[in-house]
């Protein structure tokens, strides 16, 4: 029988690229079965020590919405015309942006909490972002009962066109994996990273027309345009509920930049993964 | 690489930082560094960066089994994880050919508010086992930890020792090329132990490597062809296991005797920091008894030493060779016929003695400054370090003793000549340098039955 032969030199690594995509390709089909695991291990002890259970995947998405809504109630917040009733504008707008953020945030969290995995067991790391990835659209799974149930509560009619709000889903949950990635090299290394997303998070939402219609002036209007994640939650927002939007093109095209954003994070996570978990310890 | 060999590595070193700031900077360095994809030597140590290996090679054959020897510290673990790939190295190149399966923590990956049955399934997808291969395995996996009664609680109500268990079940379930065991025997009962054991025997009986990380010599000497002694991140020694033991034994002892000579105390085999402590107490007490009481002893001693088989002062000799106490003494009154006793120390015991009370005394009379020699043809002393102890009576109206019994020397007995026993034992060079400290040769006889002829026989002569 023909023996694999592993080679362990201090070549970097794109010296030779035929082997790293080769090695690449080999992991992320070695994965699939940990990734099941580690996703449902996640899940479950995620929730088997709370009492109420799945409930808290749509508590923050709630609060933040009823935060907004109270301030638009109160006229503290002048939105503009939202088409369909607040409420329901505004959840859709954060379960949508959470899925980016949880997207975000999830990568480096799942390199964190495998450092006693890490520095002892060599196993296909994809396996992990896998996981991070399974685990988020079980919440979001979760999530969408709360916006159905919205949607229901203040009479708003879904379109046929709905499924295709996947596209501009698929688009965030790529966007926030293949930003999130990046962010491994030096967030794992570096707590400030960590520290520092919760931050941003608040900052970009405001930045984001998550809970307001894009303004079409001023600096927000500004900043509202050239934010990559506009056209991505408005698309899907307007597919669900109004059949059709303006935003098509751009998702495409943002897309088609998170996906190629996504292997180059792959790349950058195959070159730094080692060298990591040598500096990491457990 | 030869197509014989499953792991070879080749002049390998392997840097590690003193300080977490350096080396989460040296961290970004080595980031930009493998991104721009620049070949680069990392010969030089930066600062506060230090050698954990330097330049280790080695070789494993399948069958071969490798242990790695060495104090905390060494680099044992470091050359496991480079071998499984978690660390890449610095220099050299390692090739590893076929499936490694690495135990250097066991359970790494388990929850503990989840069952043994559901850890089962996540820490064997950890090592890259089939659920399919999971299914059929989970219940010789729970009957070989023992856990039965286990199966659906959650692993935070185990102990420690029932969850490595749990884990080597795990871990040996696949049947790896190349095994790589670090001192995950250590836990678990006596009896685990013993079960682990066979379990490895069997991977060596299937042409498999096995390289482990061990304290427990017994372990080495039984279980492993060659041994490798890391001493500093640097191969100390490496060889067929029995020469390492030796080596590595040797230069434990001499390191112990010289921290022993260091502290003020004769040494003692394995003796702890309490023991040296309350013999040092000891020793002071009678160098005191000595110094009050030098005048009222008649016969004062000058000056000991021992003499090696050529008649040399020496504080080494080979297995059975002969030796000679020689002890210049001084009487300060006329003794009438002296008689000395040498006893023979070893870790506090008396082995035995050289007594004049047996043998008969010595001349009619003794006065001013005198010599006494001792000599023992081919001391029956297994190789290690002795005490030497000096008595002195009288005899007349009774016996008095001419002198508080003193410790005179000390002296070593080498592994040299030790091939004059036959070691043809799974144990005998470990049994020989650690069990108890007189050797003869004997014969063992087998019969069926009552008695008659014996079936087999078995001759420990000494081979002239």
Not at chain 2, 326 to 331: H, I, L, P, S
Request: hydrophobic share 45%; with cysteine; proline share 6%.
């Amino acid at each position: 029988m023909q023996l694999t032969t592993a080679v362990y030199t201090p070549d970097p690594q794109l010296r030779r690229p035929g082997r790293l995509v080769r090695g690449m390709i080999r992991d992320l089909s070695a994965s699939r079965e940990l990734a099941w695991r580690i996703c449902a291990r996640n899940i479950a002890s995620q929730y088997r020590q709370t009492a109420l259970g799945y409930v808290w995947a749509v508590i923050p998405p709630l609060m933040t919405s009823l935060v907004f809504i109270l301030l638009n109630s109160a006229n503290l917040l002048r939105t503009g015309e939202t088409g369909i009733p607040y409420p329901a504008y505004v959840v859709l707008g954060t379960v949508s942006f959470g899925l980016f953020f949880d997207a975000l945030t999830a990568p480096l969290s799942a390199v964190g909490g495998a450092r006693g995995m890490l520095s002892k067991i060599n196993f296909p790391h994809e396996a992990l972002m896998l996981a991070a990835v399974g685990q988020i659209l079980f919440n979001f799974a979760v999530k969408v009962t709360l916006v159905a149930a919205v949607l229901v509560a203040f009479r708003v009619p879904v379109q046929p066109t709905a499924v295709l709000a996947a596209i501009p889903l698929a688009g965030l949950l790529i966007a926030g994996v293949a930003l999130g990635v990046l962010l491994i090299p030096v967030g794992a290394l570096f707590q400030d990273v960590v520290q520092s997303l919760a931050v941003v998070g608040t900052g970009l939402m405001f930045l984001t027309p998550a809970a307001y219609p894009p303004p079409r002036e001023g600096l927000l209007g500004f900043l509202t345009a050239w934010n990559p994640l506009t056209p991505l939650i408005m698309a899907a927002r307007d597919l669900i509920v109004l059949g059709s939007s303006t935003y098509m093109t751009t998702t495409i095209v943002v897309g088609a930049a998170a996906i190629t954003l996504l292997l180059l994070a792959w790349v950058v996570f195959r070159l730094a993964m080692p060298i990591l978990i040598e500096r990491m310890g457990s | 690489m030869s197509e014989e060999l499953l792991v070879q590595v080749e002049g390998v070193s392997k840097k590690f930082c003193r300080r977490l700031r350096h080396s989460l900077a040296y961290g970004l360095i080595d980031l930009a560094r493998e991104m721009s994809a620049r070949p680069h030597q990392a010969t030089k140590l930066r600062t506060n960066e230090f050698w954990a290996l330097q330049d280790v090679s080695f070789c494993v054959r399948p069958g071969e089994t490798l242990a790695l020897i060495g104090r905390n510290g060494a680099g044992k673990s470091t050359v496991l994880k480079m071998l499984n790939g978690l660390l890449r190295p610095d220099t050299g190149r390692i090739t590893v050919r076929g499936r490694v399966q690495a135990l250097i923590e066991l359970g790494a990956g388990f929850s503990p508010i989840l069952s043994a049955r559901e850890n089962v399934y996540i820490n064997a997808a950890v090592l890259g086992m089939r659920r399919a291969d999971v299914d059929r395995a989970l219940p010789e996996i729970i009957e070989f930890a023992g856990l039965e009664d286990f199966v659906e609680t959650p692993l935070q109500s185990f102990s420690s020792g029932m969850r490595a268990r749990l884990a080597f079940a795990v871990a040996t379930q696949l049947d790896p090329d190349v095994l790589l065991l670090d001192e995950v025997l250590a836990v678990g009962d006596l009896a685990f132990q013993e079960k682990c054991m066979r379990r490895i025997e069997a991977f060596r009986q299937r042409n498999k490597a096995i390289i482990f990380v061990t304290h427990n010599l017994y372990q080495v000497e039984a279980m492993c062809n060659t041994a490798l002694w890391l001493e500093d991140g640097r191969v100390a020694c490496y060889g067929s296991s029995m020469d390492v033991i030796r080596v590595y034994l040797d230069t434990q002892e001499k390191r112990a005797i010289a921290e022993a000579q260091a502290e003020g105390v004769g040494y003692r085999a394995r003796a702890t920091a309490a023991e040296r402590a309350y013999l040092r107490a000891k020793d002071e007490e009678r160098a005191k008894a000595i110094e009050e009481a030098p005048s009222s002893e008649p016969v004062q001693i000058r000056a000991a030493e021992i003499l090696d088989g050529t008649g040399q002062p020496c504080v080494e000799l080979p297995f059975r060779s002969d030796l000679t106490v020689r002890v210049q003494f001084e009487a300060i009154r006329p003794v009438k016929r002296p008689l000395f006793e040498v006893l023979f120390f070893n870790d506090q015991r008396e082995i035995f003695n050289a007594s004049m009370l047996i043998d008969g005394p010595g001349p009619e009379q003794v006065e001013g400054r005198a010599v006494v020699e001792c000599r023992i043809p081919r001391l029956p002393l297994t190789p290690k370090t002795y005490r030497v102890v000096l008595a002195a009576f009288q005899t007349g109206e009774g016996i008095t003793e001419l002198m508080t019994r003193r410790t005179v020397a000390n002296f070593r007995v080498t592994d040299e000549g030790l091939d004059s026993v036959p070691m043809r034992g799974p144990l005998a060079l470990t049994v020989l340098r650690q069990g108890p400290p007189v050797y003869v040769p004997r014969v063992w006889r087998f019969y069926n039955g009552q008695g008659g002829e014996p079936v087999a026989t078995v001759e420990a002569y000494f081979a002239e």
